[in-house]
């Protein structure tokens, strides 16, 4: 009998307060707040750079943050006793050696982490690479690796999880695992942040979301509460003032048509900035709720469309909803 | 601290497993080759243990900087540091660590090679030759012994400055082949300014010449320049170093 649940039946917070991390004139991450709470599945999601990897490492202190703090339960990542028996992480799968079993990587991680060997293949078998222990993990898949990897996140029986683009590599029958067990360990009172670039497996695994771009927060809440949410559709006798006037006002959108666009605003602060920008408007309505993906594109300003692609890349940083 | 973690990594790839072979082969090699074939080419047929000693030398100062950069960078190069770090996120403890297991390897292979010298030595002197010598053996402490000690001070700032295989290898080997070259070209230029800048860097001479009581503060600086003031950098990059 093996156990993916936490040990505690309420795991700790996980707290993103302020945060700043700058590379150079580069904001990686600006500003940055959000919370996850035990029980909830968090999803983690943003285009390529939009700093959830570094978030990431700051959150577990592989890098320290320029202004702001990041904490599990109301202490740094660095400051815990046993950051494994509280915190497992996953982060880069390629971060395991080559030259090491995959019975002997977590057998050693249970050594370092204070867990008896039997966790080991307790865990080995938990992962579904049971058949696989004796083999070095530099002969491994992609997708065994992230296997491993979350093995070796879960050695220490923790009540946090913190895994970057686990299903990364997963075939259909190991996405169906973690989510699977993403879900019975926040069922039993755990608290799991995930990032993810699958869009339809996050949106059938998390119950929370924080959406940023660019380092910035640009939308949290819960599934239903950004899938429900309409944006607004709207045309303007000017499509070219109403799309310099959002750009102006670092407005997410999305073309629709050749005339019309979806904005990431409500209807009556559609209205506002139109009036304010002395636009003349010819039609104006909130948009049914979507997907997680139209949910995605709008709050990140990034088009799925392939011919609109260079006016996304025109587009600035969207500005904050809250 | 965790030195025994820190063993068991390195121990327990097949990297080192291959490493270790090849070195215990070196090692063997080397000795019998000092211990036992020294009788039939010395003139009075005998095996001295300092000259089997001085044999052993050669593979340890390719085989300790080599273990001993891959046991102090080797995880930042395959990018394991990540899950070390994770798993045990006080960084400086966790070199100390790697310091001490680099240490306690280097003492078990140096006891080892030395008995395995002694061993040879007698089998050669007392059994095919002439006799054995060990009367010589302070010349091992005074002598050898430094050298291997620097070898291994050297090594290791190189592995905690540089934090790469690759360059900490290059680092760790290559340089005292040149300083020993640039000391040879120096006497051969007869300029006493180029002599001097090679005796500030050759921490092998001034380690033998510190162990056998005749130092004086300028042998020091070799240990400042090449041990010191790498490790201090080191250690502050280490501290600050971020991963992934």
Same mark, same amino acid.
């Given at each position: 009998?093996?156990?993916?649940?936490?040990?505690?039946?309420?795991?700790? *917070? /996980?707290?993103?307060?302020?945060? @700043?991390?700058?590379?150079? &004139?580069?904001? =990686?991450?600006?500003? +940055?707040?959000? #919370?996850?709470?035990?029980?909830?599945?968090?999803?983690?999601?943003?285009?390529?750079?939009?700093?959830?990897?570094?978030?990431?490492?700051?959150?577990?202190?592989?890098?320290?943050?320029?202004?702001?703090?990041?904490?599990?339960?109301?202490?740094?990542?660095?400051?815990?006793?046993?950051?494994?028996?509280?915190?497992?992480?996953?982060?880069?799968?390629?971060?395991?050696?080559?030259?090491?079993?995959?019975?002997? *990587? /977590?057998?050693?991680?249970?050594? @370092?982490?204070?867990?008896? &060997?039997?966790? =080991?293949?307790?865990? +080995?078998?938990? #992962?579904?690479?049971?058949?696989?222990?004796?083999?070095?993990?530099?002969?491994?898949?992609?997708?065994?690796?992230?296997?491993?990897?979350?093995?070796?996140?879960?050695?220490?029986?923790?009540?946090?999880?913190?895994?970057?683009?686990?299903?990364?590599?997963?075939?259909?029958?190991?996405?169906?695992?973690?989510?699977?067990?993403?879900?019975?360990?926040?069922?039993?009172?755990?608290?799991?942040?995930?990032?993810?670039?699958?869009?339809?497996?996050?949106?059938?695994?998390?119950?929370?979301?924080?959406?940023?771009?660019?380092?910035?927060?640009?939308?949290?809440?819960?599934?239903?509460?950004?899938?429900?949410?309409?944006?607004?559709?709207?045309?303007?006798?000017?499509?070219?003032?109403?799309?310099?006037?959002?750009?102006?006002?670092?407005?997410?959108?999305?073309?629709?048509?050749?005339?019309?666009?979806?904005?990431?605003?409500?209807?009556?602060?559609?209205?506002?900035?139109?009036?304010?920008?002395?636009?003349?408007?010819?039609?104006?309505?909130?948009?049914?709720?979507?997907?997680?993906?139209?949910?995605?594109?709008?709050?990140?300003?990034?088009?799925?469309?392939?011919?609109?692609?260079?006016?996304?890349?025109?587009?600035?940083?969207?500005?904050?909803?809250? | 601290?965790?030195?025994?973690?820190?063993?068991?990594?390195?121990?327990?790839?097949?990297?080192?497993?291959?490493?270790?072979?090849?070195?215990?082969?070196?090692?063997?090699?080397?000795?019998?080759?000092?211990?036992?074939?020294?009788?039939?080419?010395?003139?009075?047929?005998?095996?001295?243990?300092?000259?089997?000693?001085?044999?052993?030398?050669?593979?340890?100062?390719?085989?300790?900087?080599?273990?001993?950069?891959?046991?102090?960078?080797?995880?930042?190069?395959?990018?394991?540091?990540?899950?070390?770090?994770?798993?045990?996120?006080?960084?400086?403890?966790?070199?100390?660590?790697?310091?001490?297991?680099?240490?306690?390897?280097?003492?078990?292979?140096?006891?080892?090679?030395?008995?395995?010298?002694?061993?040879?030595?007698?089998?050669?002197?007392?059994?095919?030759?002439?006799?054995?010598?060990?009367?010589?053996?302070?010349?091992?402490?005074?002598?050898?012994?430094?050298?291997?000690?620097?070898?291994?001070?050297?090594?290791?700032?190189?592995?905690?400055?540089?934090?790469?295989?690759?360059?900490?290898?290059?680092?760790?080997?290559?340089?005292?082949?040149?300083?020993?070259?640039?000391?040879?070209?120096?006497?051969?230029?007869?300029?006493?300014?180029?002599?001097?800048?090679?005796?500030?860097?050759?921490?092998?001479?001034?380690?033998?010449?510190?162990?056998?009581?005749?130092?004086?503060?300028?042998?020091?600086?070799?240990?400042?320049?090449?041990?010191?003031?790498?490790?201090?950098?080191?250690?502050?990059?280490?501290?600050?170093?971020?991963?992934?």
């Amino acid at each position: 009998m093996t156990s993916t649940t936490p040990s505690a039946s309420a795991g700790p *917070t /996980l707290e993103v307060r302020g945060v @700043t991390k700058r590379y150079g &004139a580069r904001a =990686a991450v600006d500003d +940055l707040s959000f #919370v996850c709470r035990p029980g909830t599945v968090t999803g983690f999601l943003g285009p390529n750079g939009a700093g959830k990897s570094t978030t990431l490492r700051i959150l577990t202190g592989l890098a320290r943050a320029d202004e702001g703090e990041a904490l599990v339960g109301g202490a740094p990542y660095r400051s815990l006793s046993h950051p494994a028996r509280t915190v497992g992480v996953m982060l880069d799968a390629r971060a395991l050696h080559g030259g090491r079993t995959g019975l002997e *990587t /977590l057998r050693l991680t249970a050594r @370092t982490v204070g867990m008896p &060997a039997s966790r =080991a293949d307790e865990v +080995l078998e938990m #992962v579904g690479l049971q058949g696989a222990g004796g083999k070095r993990v530099g002969g491994y898949s992609y997708g065994m690796r992230q296997r491993l990897g979350i093995g070796v996140a879960l050695v220490g029986d923790p009540a946090v999880l913190i895994l970057d683009e686990p299903a990364n590599g997963l075939d259909p029958e190991g996405i169906r695992w973690m989510r699977r067990l993403l879900r019975s360990f926040a069922d039993a009172g755990g608290t799991v942040l995930l990032s993810s670039h699958q869009l339809r497996e996050v949106e059938a695994t998390v119950d929370r979301l924080v959406v940023i771009s660019q380092g910035r927060l640009v939308r949290e809440g819960t599934l239903e509460e950004l899938t429900s949410e309409s944006g607004t559709r709207v045309t303007a006798l000017d499509p070219t003032a109403l799309r310099t006037a959002l750009d102006k006002h670092g407005i997410a959108y999305e073309p629709r048509s050749e005339t019309e666009l979806e904005v990431s605003l409500v209807p009556e602060d559609m209205g506002r900035l139109a009036l304010r920008e002395q636009l003349v408007l010819t039609s104006l309505g909130a948009s049914k709720g979507n997907g997680l993906e139209e949910v995605f594109f709008a709050l990140t300003g990034q088009l799925e469309a392939p011919p609109a692609a260079a006016e996304a890349e025109n587009q600035p940083a969207p500005a904050p909803i809250r | 601290m965790r030195p025994d973690i820190d063993l068991r990594s390195f121990l327990d790839t097949r990297g080192a497993a291959i490493l270790l072979i090849l070195s215990l082969i070196a090692v063997v090699g080397f000795a019998a080759l000092g211990g036992l074939i020294q009788p039939a080419l010395m003139p009075e047929g005998t095996s001295d243990v300092s000259f089997t000693v001085f044999f052993l030398t050669l593979p340890l100062s390719l085989i300790i900087p080599v273990i001993t950069v891959l046991m102090t960078a080797g995880e930042w190069s395959d990018q394991s540091i990540q899950n070390t770090l994770l798993q045990r996120p006080g960084r400086l403890s966790v070199l100390t660590s790697k310091v001490l297991a680099t240490t306690v390897v280097f003492l078990v292979l140096v006891a080892f090679s030395f008995g395995l010298a002694a061993a040879t030595t007698w089998i050669g002197g007392e059994l095919m030759g002439e006799g054995a010598v060990f009367s010589t053996f302070d010349e091992v402490l005074t002598s050898h012994l430094p050298l291997l000690v620097a070898t291994l001070l050297f090594s290791l700032a190189m592995g905690i400055v540089l934090q790469s295989t690759v360059l900490g290898l290059v680092a760790a080997i290559g340089a005292p082949f040149v300083i020993t070259t640039a000391g040879v070209i120096a006497m051969a230029l007869g300029s006493d300014l180029v002599s001097d800048i090679v005796r500030a860097l050759d921490l092998q001479t001034a380690a033998m010449t510190l162990a056998a009581g005749d130092g004086t503060a300028f042998d020091l600086l070799p240990l400042l320049l090449l041990v010191i003031v790498p490790t201090v950098v080191g250690i502050r990059r280490w501290a600050v170093r971020e991963v992934g």
